[in-house]
């Protein structure tokens, strides 16, 4: 049971560059979001999918695309990427609802130079 | 939209002491207040969850409460020890929301 996986671990892009963020959980649960933290910001929401099938804008989603592929993955695109998105990447997992714990993924270290 | 404000920011307390991180929400409806533990360089984990239906859940050295009425819940450790160094995230849900707002992080450091 290895829970919420998330690759890469490390990326390093030039501004302009595009790329996704794979994101896969085993847990069966309904909910995935992306969240990304930055350093006295906390965690924001990117997007987040209820459900197989849906997804929605979180708080910072512009610059981000997303695609839920299946109810086990959910992957976070970068189109042209920016160095205001140097961040750290994080993807989550519950039962859904809101009201049940996250269980997040290990996190990418992103740098856009 | 939930409005989550977590005091302190930073707290530093010698092992053995007690730590109380407090977190107040916006939303009288608000009905889930998880709590994550984050180590440096870590994953936030799920450390202890509270819903409005309860006062207060204690799990070994830690604990939470909710007070409704004021609107704020509160992290409680005691008999720290140095593992206990890591930023702490509070977080609140909603009522109406699919979303938990989560306040800014408090950095705990436990001294030796």
């Known amino acids: 049971n290895a829970g919420v996986t998330q690759t890469p671990k490390f990326q390093v892009l030039k501004t302009g560059q595009s790329m996704t963020l794979q994101c896969a959980q085993d847990m069966n649960h309904n909910s995935m979001y992306w969240y990304r933290q930055d350093p006295g910001m906390g965690l924001r929401l990117i997007y987040y999918?209820?459900?197989?099938?849906?997804?929605d804008k979180g708080e910072v989603p512009n610059g981000y695309n997303v695609s839920r592929l299946n109810k086990r993955e959910f992957s976070l695109r970068l189109e042209s990427a920016a160095p205001s998105q140097t961040s750290v990447y994080f993807c989550?997992?519950?039962?859904?609802?809101?009201?049940?714990?996250?269980?997040f993924g290990s996190g990418t270290r992103l740098t856009v130079v | 939209g939930e409005n989550v404000e977590q005091h302190p920011s930073t707290l530093s307390v010698q092992e053995g002491d007690s730590a109380v991180i407090k977190c107040t929400y916006s939303d009288s409806a608000s009905n889930y207040f998880p709590w994550y533990k984050q180590e440096l360089g870590k994953r936030p984990q799920l450390i202890i969850d509270i819903r409005s239906n309860v006062g207060e859940k204690k799990d070994q050295r830690i604990a939470v409460t909710l007070n409704k009425t004021a609107k704020h819940f509160s992290l409680h450790i005691t008999e720290t020890q140095p593992e206990d160094s890591a930023v702490y995230f509070c977080a609140a849900k909603a009522g109406g929301s699919y979303i938990p707002t989560f306040g800014r992080g408090t950095s705990l450091i436990v001294h030796p």
């Open positions: 999918s209820a459900s197989e099938g849906t997804t």
């Open positions: 989550a997992s519950s039962e859904g609802q809101g009201t049940y714990g996250y269980t």
